[in-house]
Every structure is written in C-alpha cells, then in structure tokens.
C-alpha cells in the first residue's frame, strides 16, 4: 500500500470519530512510518481513555518451577528435570518465600511456571490457599491458558471445574501469557504444546464467565510479520466483544512483550527496535478499541522507549518495584531488574504523566503528584558526576 496523505486523512478522521478499525487498516498502520503521526493518534486514544494517568502496581513474581515438558523455541526459562539449575519449590518453600515478601508492600503475587510433568495437579491450588493465607491482602494473579490447560490433562477434570478450585484456593486473574502469536503458520513453527488459539480463548472465555478480569499479551518482534500482529489483535477484539456481551468478567489490559533473543533457539534473531516497538504500541491501542488498558512491561523494553510507548498508546507500566534501590542489570543492556518507588514516580511524571498506584482489578489505592515542569524538576541544582 503506498501511503499518502489521502489514506492518512482518511484514517485521521476515522479515528477522531472514534470508528472501529479494519484489519486492512491494522496492516496499512504497520507499513506508516510517520512514528509522530501514529504516536499522536494513538495517545488521542490512550488520552481518552485514560486522561493523563499511567497507572502502575507493586507486584512480585514467584515461579515454583522452571521444569517444563515442552521446549518452546523462545523461551529462556524452562529446563528438563535433571538439568543443574533446574528447580521445583515444595509448597512449604513458596510459602516461605512469600512470608519474607510479607513487609514489601505489594498488592499482587504474578506466578507463572513450567509444565512440570510430574507434580500432581493438586499441588497448584494448595499452593495458593498457602500462599493466601501469609498474604490475605495480596492477589493472586496465577497460571497462564497454558498451564490450565495441563491441569486439565493431568487432573482428568474439565476447566471449568479447574478455575472453580483455583478461584475458592484464592485465584483473581489468570495471567495472560502462552498466548505469543496465534496465527498457527507462526504458531507451529514456535510453540511446543498443545495450547492453542482455540484452548486460549476457550479458557479465558470459561474465565470471563466466571467473573475473572484477565490480561492478554503478545509476544512480538521475532518470525512473525506485522499482519500476524494485526490478526493476533483481533481476534482478543472479538472475545473481547463476546465477553463484555456476556459475562461478567473480561479482558482488562493488553501487554505486548518484546521477544529477547537470549538463551534460546530464536537467539540468531535481532529484537525488535524501539521504532517498532512504538509502532507496535501505537497500532494495538488504535486496533482494540474495547480494552481499558495498553501495559508497557519496563524490564522488556527498556525504561526509555517504555517511557515513550507511554505517548504511544500505553497507560500502565509494570515490573518490579521496591523500596530500596538493589537492582541487577535485566537484560545485559543496563535496564534494571527493579525500579525503586521514586525512580518509577520520576519516570512516569518526567514523561508529563500523573502516576495513581492500582491493584490487580485496577482500583486506585494511591494517588501521587502529578508531572511538574521542566524548571521545578530542575529547581535543584543537578550533580554533574554521580
Ligand atoms: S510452556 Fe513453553 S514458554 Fe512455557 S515454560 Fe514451557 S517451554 Fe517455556
């Protein structure tokens, strides 16, 4: 398609009449490299939507297990059962793990694991009536599609049954991980379970249903092309459609991740950049009209374009946050693994944002100041050496 101004007042006033975009549209938007124009359309949304608040929550992650039976050719994590850094926690290590986050002022446990293939599936709901019994006021946002739909092979009983265990053992959300890129041509090339577009949804559906807000994400940036992203997209448009129709519950944000070409078969690939990765904010805030949210997951793409995609579509940032400052370098290129309170504040206001403090169902349980100008920031005089 050749851009030209025609297609891009076009789509302008598309957008500003607030008119649902095509999947031709969604393509057309990849091929734009107007990155000011795009970025401008997509924070005309984001602004409606949200106003000038980037929301943000205190989270931590607990995977019990890195031992999975399937070998995902993007992932950095999973191990075979034997390998030296392999691990499985008991349920009494989890807790003890949980116990000494008890101080830190988090509202949200984020557990995610292998599918181990030997643990039975009772062990996953002990371990989050455990867990919710040391941290009461905590969430727990726990298991992606994929895994439960392990549990359904491994336990014989169907999902709905699952999640109804899950959710009185003390479950909120799912996460919304295993989705990656739906579109099988990629798919299959990728992923090596059995968790599909159909299972996916059919899963978060069964969730929805059952009263759960769940996230969605998309793993982007390595075979796939930017129509792959488009469909991916609209498919969750279209669930997302049916369930605000008829369930109670729905999706609540869209996360895309970044795929990094460390530690795995995909390492010969080069990540996506941050062009891209605004484009890829941009277009997926303009495509799901019905999500509340865009989340920029800081520790995947860096706090400086995770400080711009908030002008390109996202309203929500997320990764670790502390009290005090004992970071490591993420992902070898400086990005931190934790950012402590203030640092985050700073980003967020240093971006002319309002930071509001949410929990899992993204009620504001804290509310900060909001950005201040330029001199104020500066109103102290800058060391020049740290
Ligand atoms: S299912 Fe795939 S992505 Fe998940 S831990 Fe196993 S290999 Fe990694």
């Not at 968790?195 to 940036?221: F, N, Q, V």
Request: net charge negative.
């Amino acid at each position: 398609m050749a851009w030209n101004a025609a297609r891009k007042a076009e789509l302008t006033d598309k957008i500003a009449a607030g008119e649902r975009l095509t999947r031709q549209d969604g393509e057309d938007l990849y091929e734009c490299d107007d990155l000011a124009w795009l970025g401008a359309q997509a924070h005309g949304v984001r602004t409606a939507k949200n106003g000038d608040v980037v929301y943000f929550n205190v989270n931590r992650h607990l995977n019990l297990t890195n031992v999975c039976r399937a070998s995902c050719a993007y992932c950095s994590f999973e191990r075979k059962p034997g390998a030296k850094d392999a691990y499985t926690m008991r349920v009494e290590e989890a807790v003890e793990l949980a116990t000494g986050m008890a101080h830190e002022g988090l509202t949200e446990l984020h557990i995610v694991n292998g599918l181990h293939p030997t643990l039975p599936w009772k062990y996953y709901p002990r371990v989050l009536r455990e867990l919710k019994a040391v941290l009461p006021g905590v969430a727990l946002k726990a298991f992606t599609a994929t895994e439960v739909h392990y549990f359904e092979e491994i336990s014989g009983l169907p999902a709905s049954d699952i999640l109804d265990e899950l959710i009185d053992a003390g479950l909120e959300s799912l996460t919304g991980g295993g989705a990656e890129i739906f579109d099988w041509e990629v798919r299959k090339q990728i992923v090596d379970h059995d968790t599909h577009w159909e299972d996916w949804s059919r899963i978060h559906r069964l969730a929805h249903a059952k009263g759960l807000r769940t996230p969605a994400t998309m793993l982007y940036g390595h075979i796939e092309e930017p129509r792959h992203r488009v469909d991916h997209v609209l498919r969750l448009r279209g669930l997302q459609d049916e369930s605000l129709e008829a369930a109670a519950g729905s999706f609540s944000v869209f996360i895309p991740l970044r795929f990094h070409n460390d530690n795995n078969r995909l390492s010969h690939l080069k990540m996506a950049q941050p062009a891209d990765v605004l484009k890829t904010f941009a277009v997926s805030r303009l495509m799901l009209d019905n999500f509340p949210h865009v989340k920029v997951f800081w520790v995947m793409h860096g706090l400086s374009t995770s400080q711009l995609a908030l002008n390109y579509g996202a309203d929500d940032m997320d990764g670790s946050v502390v009290e005090y400052k004992i970071t490591h370098d993420a992902d070898g290129f400086g990005t931190p693994d934790k950012l402590t309170r203030d640092d985050l504040l700073t980003l967020i206001r240093d971006a002319g944002f309002q930071p509001k403090e949410r929990n899992t169902r993204y009620e504001v349980i804290r509310e900060y100041e909001g950005p201040v100008s330029l001199a104020e920031r500066r109103a102290e005089p800058q060391a020049v050496w740290a």
